[in-house]
């Protein structure tokens, strides 16, 4: 079993930045492939970026170049970096743990990001 609780959303221009983190409790963090998604209200979860458990990275082509994912497996955390913040970006941001072969699916509960104009 492993709980996410995300931090760090909040009001930011555009522009600016912020940083999202995913805390994880529970064994074996390092096992897991990690990602970030979001949700603007009225639209679909949308998946942003993508940690596996060997440290590669993938990103959606809206974010590529001003997101940077990154996992601390010491401190069972996942960052997420996020540059140059466009208002289309305001959404609940969501981290999800994934065992790959396994059931295993785990999410957080979310925190918001608005960037105003």
């Known amino acids: 079993q492993v709980q996410l609780v995300e931090s760090g959303g909040g009001l930011v221009q555009a522009g600016g930045s912020l940083r999202l983190s995913c805390a994880a409790s529970?064994?074996?963090?390092?096992?897991?492939?990690m990602t970030w998604y979001r949700q603007a209200p009225g639209n679909q979860r949308e998946w942003v970026a993508t940690i596996d458990n060997g440290g590669r990275t993938n990103y959606a082509d809206s974010v590529k170049g001003r997101f940077t994912i990154s996992r601390d497996n010491a401190k069972n955390t996942l960052y997420l970096q996020m540059n140059s913040l466009k208002p289309e970006d305001t959404a609940v941001y969501y981290c999800?743990?994934?065992?790959?072969?396994?059931?295993?699916?785990?999410w957080g509960q979310g925190t918001q990001v608005t960037v105003s104009s």
């Open positions: 999800q743990a994934l065992l790959f072969g396994s059931s295993q699916n785990y």
């Open positions: 529970g064994r074996s963090f390092s096992r897991y492939d």
